[in-house]
């Protein structure tokens, strides 16, 4: 049987929103989840809004008038000190929101230098139609599989008809939809503790 390490400092879980504006369901799920993490978590929105969109002139060092962006190396930066990373989503149009596509191709670069390689996920979708953002989530999970990142398995979190569950204070108050979370909660937070990049 394998045991979990034990760690000196608390796991560091960066959380990423597919989601821009203001009142978004995403982040409101999103702190409902980092709330259920057992002791020992901790979490951080890394924002993606201000990431201007992917140019690989940026990370060419032959490009000399195209400096790499500041908020490219603090996303990256954000990233690197994670032990795992949870993205929360909606879909739009049918797959991954723009910018959150746009964050996952910034982390990737340069070559040999990805973020997310090895680095445990858990991905959220949420719609406020019946289908729960299913192919936002799958096509995250496409996009995700290049980097051999762990992932939680089942049950996955497609989280259908926002509007039933999620109250206007970004409260979850049904015991259904909490019991559901709290387990997805807590099979992330075991993946996280056992398979922690060795780098972090
Ligand atoms: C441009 C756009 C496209 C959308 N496409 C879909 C879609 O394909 N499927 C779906 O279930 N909902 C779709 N929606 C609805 C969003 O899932 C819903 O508004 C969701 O609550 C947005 O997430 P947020 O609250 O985190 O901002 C779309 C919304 C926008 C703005």
Same mark, same amino acid.
């Given at each position: 049987?394998?045991?979990?390490?034990?760690?000196?400092?608390?796991?560091?879980?960066?959380?990423?929103?597919?989601?821009?504006?203001? %009142?978004?369901?995403?982040?409101?799920?999103?702190?409902?989840?980092?709330? &259920?993490?057992?002791?020992?978590? *901790?979490?951080?929105?890394?924002?993606?809004?201000?990431? @201007?969109?992917?140019?690989?002139?940026?990370?060419?060092?032959?490009? *000399?008038?195209?400096?790499?962006?500041?908020?490219?190396?603090? #996303?990256? +930066?954000? $990233?690197?000190?994670?032990?795992?990373?949870?993205?929360?989503? @909606?879909?739009?149009?049918?797959?991954?929101?723009?910018?959150?596509?746009?964050?996952?191709?910034?982390?990737?670069?340069?070559?040999?230098?990805?973020? +997310? $390689?090895? =680095? @445990?996920?858990?991905?959220?979708?949420?719609?406020?139609?019946? &289908?729960?953002?299913?192919?936002?989530?799958?096509?995250?999970? $496409?996009? =995700?599989?290049?980097?051999? &990142? @762990? &992932?939680?398995?089942?049950?996955?979190? #497609?989280?259908?008809?926002?509007?039933? #569950?999620?109250?206007? *204070?970004?409260?979850?108050?049904?015991?259904?939809?909490?019991?559901?979370?709290?387990? +997805?909660?807590?099979?992330?937070?075991?993946?996280?503790?056992? %398979?922690?990049?060795?780098?972090?």
């Amino acid at each position: 049987m394998t045991s979990a390490p034990t760690y000196d400092r608390p796991l560091h879980v960066a959380v990423i929103l597919g989601s821009l504006r203001r %009142r978004s369901r995403s982040r409101a799920i999103a702190r409902v989840v980092a709330d &259920m993490l057992p002791p020992g978590f *901790e979490t951080e929105v890394v924002e993606i809004g201000g990431l @201007p969109l992917y140019d690989a002139d940026y990370d060419d060092p032959a490009v *000399e008038d195209k400096p790499l962006p500041e908020q490219y190396q603090r #996303f990256r +930066w954000a $990233l690197a000190g994670a032990n795992g990373v949870l993205f929360v989503t @909606p879909e739009n149009n049918h797959t991954v929101p723009a910018c959150l596509k746009n964050a996952v191709d910034v982390g990737s670069k340069p070559n040999g230098e990805s973020v +997310w $390689l090895d =680095l @445990p996920a858990g991905i959220v979708s949420h719609s406020v139609g019946r &289908m729960g953002g299913y192919s936002a989530h799958k096509n995250l999970r $496409l996009a =995700l599989s290049y980097f051999d &990142m @762990p &992932m939680t398995g089942q049950p996955e979190a #497609f989280l259908g008809s926002t509007g039933s #569950f999620l109250d206007e *204070e970004g409260n979850l108050p049904r015991p259904d939809t909490q019991r559901f979370l709290a387990t +997805w909660t807590q099979s992330f937070a075991d993946l996280v503790r056992l %398979r922690t990049p060795r780098r972090r």
